[in-house]
């Protein structure tokens, strides 16, 4: 708020007052005064072993179960980003059997909770006891075993990452579908077939406009693989509630879980701060020089 004094009609300093918001100040107090008082309750509960939580914070599982769920985290987002691309190309081709396919798969994995789809693909083997590859007519092919193949991590990466996928792909579509209309035009004119038109002029564009939203989901996913412990994945929540169950600090356990999550979506959010940063500075760049095909088109003489 301005309080020095400004120069009035007559060219003389006029004093400007300053306005005290009463109900700001104390609308802040109450909302301190309540958290103060939640926190307190919490930290001198006595039920609550703080020493527990010191001690178990880098327990080796602990730690252990942060790597998978890094790990978790980083592949499934990668594989729902591939193939939210693939899908979102299929949805926006030409042709109307794929574009059904695409819409049916995001209809399908958007509409059905990730929790169930995770209890599907890790008991994949009620319904396929063995997974065989082979050339049709013939003995010739791979097998393997379901049980042995789809183990707690494998389900989840799948669950996750295909799930994400039908999410990533509207945000694909969206991106691609931002890019101007000319830039196709122009890619046309030169003789480029709509793969190449693709792959040379539309993403490479449409990139610097779906990364930055990719942060978003990386931070989800972190938090979302929390649900992995209904299939035993060795994540973080399940080594937690795997030793809570055992010396029942349920309380201190999940304190030690929130933390970690916290650790590591506060980290990722400073690398999507960073990465919004860079790439959108990029696509301003990119819009004001005329984009991709302005650097392929010869320039034609006014």
């Known amino acids: 708020m301005r309080t020095e004094p400004i120069a009035g009609p007559s060219g003389a300093l006029v004093p400007v007052a300053r306005t005290h918001h009463w109900g700001r100040t104390l609308s802040?107090?109450?909302?301190?005064?309540?958290?103060?008082?939640?926190?307190?309750?919490?930290?001198?509960?006595?039920?609550?072993?703080?020493?527990?939580?010191?001690?178990?914070?880098?327990?080796?599982?602990?730690?252990?179960?942060?790597?998978?769920?890094?790990?978790?985290?980083?592949?499934?987002?990668?594989?729902?980003?591939?193939l939210g691309v693939l899908i979102a190309v299929m949805r926006l081709a030409h042709n109307p059997v794929l574009t059904w396919l695409a819409t049916l798969y995001i209809w399908f994995f958007r509409g059905t909770p990730v929790l169930v789809q995770l209890i599907f693909w890790y008991n994949l083997a009620f319904l396929f006891p063995a997974l065989v590859i082979k050339i049709p007519f013939t003995s010739i092919g791979?097998?393997?075993?379901?049980?042995?193949?789809?183990?707690?991590?494998?389900?989840?990466?799948?669950?996750?990452?295909?799930?994400?996928?039908a999410y990533f792909a509207e945000t694909v579509r969206a991106g691609i579908q931002a890019v101007d209309q000319g830039q196709t035009e122009a890619a046309y004119a030169l003789g480029m077939t709509p793969a190449k038109r693709m792959r040379v002029i539309v993403l490479p564009q449409a990139l610097r406009i779906i990364i930055p939203p990719t942060g978003n989901e990386f931070i989800s996913m972190l938090k979302t693989t929390s649900l992995v412990y209904v299939v035993a994945g060795h994540d973080l929540m399940t080594n937690a509630s795997q030793i809570y169950k055992s010396n029942n600090m349920i309380m201190e356990l999940l304190i030690v879980a929130s933390l970690w999550y916290l650790l590591l979506t506060t980290v990722a959010t400073f690398l999507q701060g960073r990465l919004e940063r860079r790439f959108g500075s990029d696509a301003v760049r990119l819009v004001r020089r005329g984009g991709a095909a302005a650097k392929i088109l010869p320039k034609v003489p006014a």
């Open 28 to 82: 802040a107090v109450a909302a301190l005064a309540i958290f103060g008082w939640l926190l307190f309750l919490i930290v001198v509960n006595p039920r609550l072993d703080w020493g527990a939580v010191t001690t178990y914070v880098f327990n080796e599982r602990i730690l252990a179960g942060v790597w998978v769920t890094i790990e978790l985290s980083v592949l499934a987002t990668v594989l729902g980003l591939v």
């Open 142 to 165: 791979l097998m393997w075993d379901t049980n042995a193949l789809m183990t707690g991590f494998t389900a989840a990466m799948l669950g996750l990452g295909l799930n994400l996928a």
